[in-house]
């Protein structure tokens, strides 16, 4: 089992940035696909980005391509998500996620997918 906490969440201005930080612990990160999702407030989660195993592939959702930036350190055991140009309409509480094993078979924004969650950090973006 991993465990995930998050970090790096707050207030920002629009047109501001924020770097999202998920530290692991428990069995190899580097077994582990990873994934951030968001959930605003009165909407269900979505899928925000997500990286393979390696980090050799990525995937965005379109709001947020040319954006975002979702990296990982498997020596640190964190996952990150970088976000630039940041819009009110970004505002969400944010979730890291992960996914291991025959899991990993499908695809990377199908949040059942997912079997490990963080508690999340929240981010506000003001106009």
């Known amino acids: 089992q991993v465990q995930l906490v998050e970090s790096g969440g707050g207030l920002v201005q629009a047109g501001g940035s924020l770097r999202l930080s998920c530290a692991a612990s428990g069995r190899t990160f580097s077994s582990y696909d990873m994934g951030w999702f968001r959930q605003a407030p009165g909407k269900e989660r979505e899928f925000v980005a997500a990286i393979t195993r390696s980090g050799g592939s990525t995937r965005y959702t379109d709001s947020v391509k040319g954006r975002f930036t979702i990296s990982r350190d498997n020596a640190k055991n964190t996952v990150y998500l970088q976000m630039n140009s940041l819009k009110p309409e970004d505002t969400a509480d944010y979730y890291c996620?992960?996914?291991?094993?025959?899991?990993?078979?499908?695809?990377?924004?199908?949040?059942?997918?997912?079997?490990?969650w963080g508690q999340g950090t929240q981010v506000t973006v003001s106009s």
């Open positions: 996620a992960a996914r291991y094993g025959a899991a990993t078979f499908q695809p990377m924004d199908r949040m059942r997918s997912y079997a490990y």
